[in-house]
């Protein structure tokens, strides 16, 4: 492959739940043009839910117990004070060092944490450089070490913007109602003015470098976004109970201009950097944006967290990636190995993560070293020597403190110190849980809580005895919480991991009796629901399981594990088509989930499948090499049915090398494993969808089809009335598209009226005819302004001349996503020539259906006086 120059965007905590509204809505088409050309996923995050180890873990490939960063500060001993976790603290080689020692030039922007900026080949303005902490008016200094290479400082100084310099022709785009803020009593204004200028100076530098200097890769980090939705996001819509009206309507608008605003930053570095260039944005973690907004968050200092979804962002889009497609599995490890095959460099083996190959239009070499520690050469790190100083590192933790991401550290020192040490510890335990070390992560708790007694230490020393086995000992823990419990504010989590420890030990009768008892109390929690369901599962009721998890999938329905759950009691009761159904749906929600590629290849064995099961335990094997049912399984394929193992997969060609010869170039010779594909070929069913704007004609078109003789999924909820005379032809099903998809089973075979912002949370797991009705974007506007004065929802003088501009772009946007997806047919019919030519049109549906239908009653059931908004 031909290295091309790379641009890495991060926008921290973006979430494709907002983005996707706000494409629909036609206000972000940066991006969207970019998935057009492009590929898109999610990207797991990790735990803990951190930036500074987040960040470091994208530009390494590694977990935080390899790279060293565990938090926003580090204690200091020989010093006597806490510093701010720096560049220097860092213990594994990131990706600008490696292309350093490759001959690379890296331009590297606000990375977290990049202070002091290193001596690499290119520039490096560090994470401290956009930070303004005081007026304008009392001076606005850069400290030593902010950029590299330091001769750029002044011009970088130059180009900065303080809060202070702002205008209202800026703010307004995000807040139209400042005006009414008082600013005396509520400080979110400056909050907010804080991160449009930290955003705008990031963006300021490194346009600047794009437009100026020579590069190989440019890596951009924006922290905006996290900061506006932890500050403004219980006050988007819908709105959550308890907010005050007066302060939803000044601020509901703020989350989304931000994502508005890094959309048009995203448009100028496009253009900066042309065609030729790789783009990959991606983000860290998502933001919980509707629903599962938490109320109240956890009192301690990764309590914000709490707000985070599990799953960010990446959008690839260049000339070595695919066009149009959606990329699963995805990781934040994979970032790195992804960048270094782009160049055409091996990936150290102690690297966790792997190269995003299923984004790539061609298939690349793989190159592998065993490190790239072992690597001699200049690679721009720091000298093991150097140190920031004292007083620079006071400074930088004040400034932590004054902008919310550390807590004040107060006058004792030590006492700051040993804090710092018992939070770093923590978090790092934190790793070792989510990685499956519960003997490391144990010892680490238990440390820290003999210095600090806390819950949250002893709930997770609990998880870990259970995980070791050591069941008395959990439930004996347990007790003592319980007894320290005086106020009984922590019943629901004790209760909790009580039941959890009765389910590990295989007691399901008394972790059933637990959890039914807090459901009597509480309600329908997730926790609750899920601990439930695990209980049916293992007692094999199988109906109640299902039951129970559906009842999550009413709460959230993007919960990868509830679909998981219902697969695999759906293969029990040998149901094995909604089975694959379920399992499906986890998959492309969650796809590095080796237990539902199990279920999903024990479905299709069930079914007789056996070539599309194989691939399906081929690829729970390549995520998890020691699942040793999936082996058996797999082999007792292989043995009973003549499968190709050969035409299986498309192999990907691996070179290994030696970490002690890689010079200048890289290194050449190995091999290693292919990568592996998931069923993605057999659907469950056909169904025709009817779509398109509302009032667009698509009540007309269902109205030909039943006059045709084909079955309609309605519930006839909504009467015939003024607006439709004839009939409305939808179900409430549909219209709560947004919240689950389940229901689709009954709709196999049958056609379904689907508006176009709805059709993309149509289920994967089927093959969809699409019949898009395309109107005059006046007569729809007009169309519906009327039915809305009709309902005496609007003012009959009115005019919504805006809606025309977002209702082409809303059209347009669905239309486009639906001709890129791989299940669905797209036909598109002219409303006026349907209502002036029935005839033709009933032919030209008919033929796209491939159906005996009926087409003389189609025709003859389009009725010319109902086109009563002309344009």
Not at 338 to 367: S, W
Not at 519 to 542: A, M
Not at 553 to 580: G, M, P, W
């Amino acid at each position: 492959m031909k290295a091309k120059r790379v641009v890495l965007i991060g926008w921290d905590a973006a979430d494709w739940k907002v983005i996707d509204q706000l494409i629909e809505r036609g206000h972000m088409p940066t991006l969207e043009g970019m998935m057009k050309k492009g590929v898109r996923g999610n990207l797991s995050t990790l735990e803990p839910v951190l930036s500074p180890m987040l960040w470091t873990s994208i530009a390494t490939g590694k977990y935080a117990d390899k790279h060293g960063i565990h938090g926003f500060t580090e204690p200091d001993h020989e010093a006597g004070i806490v510093r701010p976790i720096s560049s220097t603290s860092r213990k594994s080689r990131a990706f600008w060092n490696i292309l350093t020692n490759q001959g690379k030039k890296t331009n590297v922007f606000s990375w977290w944490p990049s202070n002091p900026a290193e001596p690499i080949d290119g520039i490096m303005v560090s994470n401290l450089y956009q930070r303004a902490n005081k007026p304008l008016k009392k001076g606005w200094p850069m400290n030593v070490g902010t950029v590299h290479p330091s001769e750029l400082t002044d011009h970088f100084k130059s180009v900065r913007i303080h809060p202070d310099e702002l205008t209202e022709e800026h703010i307004l785009p995000f807040l139209p109602e400042a005006a009414k803020i008082d600013q005396e009593k509520d400080k979110r204004l400056g909050a907010l003015s804080k991160i449009i200028a930290d955003a705008a100076t990031v963006h300021s530098a490194s346009t600047w470098a794009l437009e100026h200097t020579e590069w190989d890769l440019t890596a951009i980090y924006h922290d905006a976004i996290d900061h506006a939705c932890h500050a403004f996001m219980k006050l988007r819509a819908p709105k959550l109970p308890g907010v005050p009206e007066d302060l939803f309507e000044i601020y509901k608008d703020a989350v989304d201009g931000m994502y508005r605003f890094h959309d048009m930053m995203l448009e100028r570095t496009l253009k900066l950097v042309g065609p030729d260039t790789n783009v990959i944005l991606i983000s860290d973690h998502g933001f919980q944006s509707d629903h599962m907004r938490p109320l109240s968050l956890p009192k301690e200092p990764a309590g914000p967290a709490a707000e985070h979804r599990k799953h960010g962002i990446i959008c690839c889009f260049g000339p070595d990636f695919n066009e149009g497609q959606t990329i699963y599995g995805s990781s934040i490890l994979d970032i790195t190995p992804t960048l270094l095959t782009l160049f055409g460099l091996p990936i150290g083996e102690d690297m966790d993560g792997t190269p995003l190959l299923q984004a790539f239009k061609t298939p690349p070499t793989v190159k592998t070293i065993s490190s790239w520690e072992h690597v001699d050469g200049h690679f721009g790190e720091h000298s093991k020597d150097f140190k920031v100083s004292k007083e620079e590192a006071q400074q930088a933790v004040k400034q932590l403190v004054e902008l919310g991401y550390v807590d004040d550290l107060g006058e004792d020192m030590a006492k700051a110190m040993l804090n710092t040490d018992i939070e770093l510890k923590y978090n790092l335990s934190k790793v070792y849980l989510s990685t499956s070390r519960s003997q490391q992560a144990l010892e680490l708790l238990e440390e820290v809580n003999k210095l600090k007694e806390e819950f949250r230490f002893q709930i997770r020393i609990v998880d870990c005895l259970k995980r070791l086995n050591r069941f008395d000992e959990s439930l004996e823990m347990l007790a003592t919480i319980e007894r320290q419990d005086s106020e009984n504010k922590k019943t629901r989590s004790i209760s909790l991991a009580r039941a959890d420890v009765f389910k590990a030990k295989g007691d399901y009768n008394e972790a059933l009796k637990v959890l039914i008892n807090m459901q009597n109390e509480i309600g329908n929690v997730p926790s609750i629901l899920k601990s439930l369901g695990d209980c049916y599962l293992s007692l094999e009721r199988w109906k109640d399981a299902v039951k129970v998890y559906s009842i999550c999938l009413t709460i959230d329905a993007h919960d990868a594990s509830a679909y998981k759950a219902i697969a695999s009691a759906y293969l029990n009761l040998k149901e094995f088509e909604k089975a694959i159904e379920a399992a499906l749906t986890a998959t492309e929600l969650f796809y590095q989930f080796p237990s539902a590629h199990y279920i999903l290849g024990q479905a299709l064995a069930g079914l007789g499948e056996f070539e599309m099961a194989a691939r399906s335990f081929e690829v729970v094997l390549k995520m998890r090499p020691a699942y040793s049912a999936a082996s058996i399984a797999l082999e007792n394929l292989y043995q009973n049915n003549e499968i190709n193992r050969d035409k299986l997969f498309d192999n990907v060609h691996v070179e290994k090398g030696d970490a002690k010869q890689v010079q200048s170039k890289p290194s050449k010779s190995l091999d290693k494993s292919s990568d592996a594909k998931s069923f993605k070929g057999r659907k469950l069913g056909q169904m025709v969808v009817v779509s398109g704007l509302p009032r667009s004609g698509t009540s007309l078109m269902m109205q030909m089809l039943a006059a045709g003789g084909m079955e309609i999924y309605q519930d006839n909820q909504r009467k015939p009335d003024e607006n439709n005379p004839k009939g409305f032809f939808e179900h409430d099903n549909i219209k709560a598209l947004m919240k689950g998809n389940q229901w689709q089973r009954e709709a196999k075979g049958k056609a379904l009226k689907v508006v176009s912002p709805l059709v993309r949370f149509l289920s994967p797991a089927y093959s969809y005819k699409v019949i898009v009705m395309k109107r005059d974007i006046i007569e729809i506007v007009n169309s519906q302004h009327k039915m809305l004065v009709r309902a005496r929802k609007s003012d009959a003088d009115s005019y919504p001349i805006r809606m025309e501009e977002t209702l082409k772009k809303q059209y347009n946007g669905a239309i486009n996503w639906m001709k890129n997806q791989p299940n669905f047919e797209v036909m598109e019919i002219d409303f006026t020539e349907a209502v002036n030519n029935p005839k033709k049109t009933s032919e030209q549906v008919a033929d796209f259906l491939k159906q005996d239908l009926d087409r003389g009653k189609m025709a003859a059931s389009s009725d010319k006086s109902l086109y009563r908004n002309r344009n």
